[in-house]
């Protein structure tokens, strides 16, 4: 099954997400801050990593830009979750190498409806 | 000077009242130099025009005693070849009318008194001459008057001829002396008049320029300020030179700026702590309803799991209420980000089609929630479409989501064509109920924030009023509008229009967006 590291701060949504990544039947690893989640996307492997945009020691665009950065970590799938508050947040997204987004509060079926299109086309390639 | 003098008078420590007076009375006083100049000239001219009537006069008078003088010696001459008493008489007439002429004379040349002199000694002795000469004629002694006339009369008329013609020449010649000088002093007049009249008129221009420039240039300086005040720049001073009631004005129009800057300052500040504010809590109640949402999806899965079916149906109205408060909260969010002008573009190229699907796949558990049916008609050539696509998709799901709410066992149906025209493509899309719709009345409040048709719709329906808002704001920032025709009881049509293309933002968004990202994480 499909491993995915949820790199999230707020404990709730982090439990949350991942006992219904779990139940779906998804292999989930966890990291609480920026940092971590890049060293554990390279000590991990995994196949998508689900990255919050607002996160303490290094924010989700910086971490991203980080993973995208490295050779081990470019091909690794980043789904943004951003918040819907702030403009232009989905743009900025993108521009540090995101390859999709969604918004929270998640809707969980949208979300996990990308992230099996995210690992279909990571299959192909 | 040009910049000086109206300097100089500026900081003139007077009021402008006093300068004004003050400019009105120095060219008063011009004019009234100006016009006793003329005087002068005019009086000049006056006496030189007398002399030279004085001086024809005198001339006259001697031409006339040398045309007399001639007479009588013809006379005397034809009254003793023809020595008739009436001949006699005459001649004795004309010598009558000779001392006239001397009378004249004297009065005439009162300047010359010498030369008058010796003439009226020659004509007392030609007068005697010719008494004798008569009498002579008279006792018929024709040789001794005749010898008389030759020896006497003859060199003595020569002498008198001589001597007034010296005095016509000198009269003649002052004549012209005078009517020389008084050329002379006609055109030294006209000089001086033409002189004064010019330098009048330059001082009087250069007064009233320096006046009127000391003060109309601070006024411009001041309009100039107040219109960028009125635009909002509070970053200036107006300086003015001015030590009157303009430096005042000056000193207060920017004692105001000042007032107006702070107050400016003051007001951003509140509405910027305002909008942070707004975001900070949307933010904040975010977190917690995100978790309320979560796990009262994840307790209904569980149920599902589990087998416990009763828990679903609460499980379910805590979710949906969550829902709902959400909307709330994005909806005020946006309205105030409306207001803070913080709303930005960011147009991306996307297939209008896909989009139109993608929704109304979002849209289908509204749409059975009230037993409604959704068709779509999308015309074949709406093709791609450049424009910022989250707030399409917003302005697209409130209308359609309004249509939901408000028709019960009815149709929904959305239009969309490409329509070209003003010099430009359009996307135009309706949505279109079998509703309850709307009156007039209803309809005029429509698109207000927190409006909704009434109260009644209100407690039946929910909402906040603030959708239709938002999606007015949305297509006007996008170049569009939106339009609303409705009946009461029987349906309502929203159609939106935006351009096909939206305007570029200015640079590259990419770029931009990496640069702001890299800043946040230094
Ligand atoms: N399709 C419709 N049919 C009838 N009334 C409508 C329709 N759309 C909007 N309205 C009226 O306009 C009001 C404002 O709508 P909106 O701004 O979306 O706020 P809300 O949906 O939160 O009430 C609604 O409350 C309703 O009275
Ligand atoms: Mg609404």
């Known amino acids: ?125 | 000077m040009k910049v000086w003098l109206p300097k100089l008078v500026a900081r003139a420590p007077f009021t402008v009242h006093t300068k004004l007076i003050g400019a009105f009375f120095a060219i008063v006083a011009l004019l009234i130099i100006f016009g006793l100049v003329v005087i002068q000239v005019l009086s000049g001219i006056n006496r030189r025009s007398e002399e030279l009537s004085q001086l024809r006069r005198k001339v006259g008078a001697f031409r006339q005693l040398q045309h007399d003088t001639t007479a009588q010696i013809y006379g005397v001459t034809s009254a003793l070849l023809s020595p008739e008493e009436r001949m006699i008489e005459s001649a004795l007439r004309q010598l009558h009318e000779f001392r006239y002429d001397l009378e004249r004379l004297q009065f005439v040349t009162r300047d010359e008194v010498e030369l008058f002199g010796r003439i009226k000694i020659e004509h007392e002795q030609l007068i005697q001459m010719i008494t004798n000469v008569v009498e002579l004629t008279r006792a018929q002694e024709y040789k001794k008057a005749n010898d008389l006339r030759l020896t006497k009369i003859v060199p003595l008329a020569d002498t008198l001829e001589r001597l007034t013609n010296e005095m016509v020449n000198r009269a003649e010649a002052d004549m012209e002396a005078k009517v020389d000088e008084s050329n002379r002093a006609h055109m030294t007049s006209r000089w001086v008049v033409i002189g004064f009249a010019v330098g009048s008129i330059g001082l009087a221009i250069l007064l009233g320029y320096a006046v009127s420039s000391s003060l109309m240039g601070p006024v411009m300086l001041m309009d100039e300020r107040l219109r960028q005040i009125a635009s909002g720049d509070f970053s200036k001073h107006v300086e003015v030179p001015n030590r009157d009631e303009l430096g005042t004005l000056a000193d207060n129009l920017n004692r105001m700026n000042n007032e107006l800057r702070d107050l400016y300052q003051q007001i951003e500040a509140a509405s910027r702590h305002k909008s942070d504010f707004l975001s900070n809590m949307s933010h904040e109640l975010r977190t917690p309803l995100n978790a309320i949402i979560g796990y009262s999806e994840m307790l209904t899965e569980e149920a599902e799991d589990r087998d416990q079916k009763d828990f679903i149906p609460d499980l379910q109205k805590i979710r949906a209420s969550g829902r709902h408060l959400l909307e709330l909260i994005n909806d005020i969010l946006d309205l105030s980000k409306i207001e803070a002008g913080k709303v930005e573009l960011f147009p991306e190229t996307f297939d209008v089609k896909l989009l139109i699907e993608e929704i109304s796949g979002t849209v289908q558990p509204l749409i059975e929630k009230n037993s409604n049916i959704l068709a779509i008609n999308c015309a074949d050539n709406l093709g791609d479409m450049y424009a910022d696509i989250t707030k399409v998709r917003q302005i697209l799901f409130n209308l359609l989501s309004n249509a939901c709410k408000f028709t019960e066992l009815g149709t929904i149906t959305l239009d969309a064509v490409r329509d070209c025209s003003e010099d430009a493509a359009w996307l135009s899309v309706s949505v279109t109920d079998t509703g309850i719709g709307m009156t007039e009345e209803q309809m005029e409040k429509l698109f207000q924030p927190f409006s909704q048709a009434d109260i009644q719709i209100a407690r039946k329906y929910g909402g906040t009023g603030l959708g239709l808002a938002i999606t007015r704001q949305f297509c006007e920032m996008m170049g569009g509008d939106i339009k609303v025709r409705s009946e009461f009881g029987r349906g309502t049509a929203f159609t939106m229009r935006l351009p096909m293309a939206a305007p570029h933002p200015e640079g590259d968004i990419v770029s931009l967006i990496a640069s702001d990202g890299s800043s946040k994480s230094a």
Not at chain 1, 2 to 21: Q, T, Y
């Open chain 1, 1 to 125: 099954m499909p491993r995915i590291l949820l790199v999230e701060d707020n404990e709730m949504n982090l439990d949350m997400l991942s006992r219904r990544l779990r139940r779906k039947g998804y292999e989930v690893v966890i990291a609480t801050d920026g940092e971590a989640g890049v060293t554990m996307a390279g000590s991990e492997r995994p196949d998508l990593i689900l990255m919050d945009m607002s996160l303490p020691v290094l924010d989700g665009w910086e971490s991203t830009r980080r993973l995208k950065g490295t050779p081990e970590t470019a091909a690794i799938p980043v789904m943004a979750l951003t918040s819907h508050a702030m403009a232009g947040e989905r743009e900025k997204a993108i521009g540090a190498g995101c390859d999709d987004y969604d918004t929270k509060p998640v809707d969980f079926e949208r979300l996990l409806l990308k992230i099996e299109a995210l690992l279909k086309k990571q299959e192909k390639a």
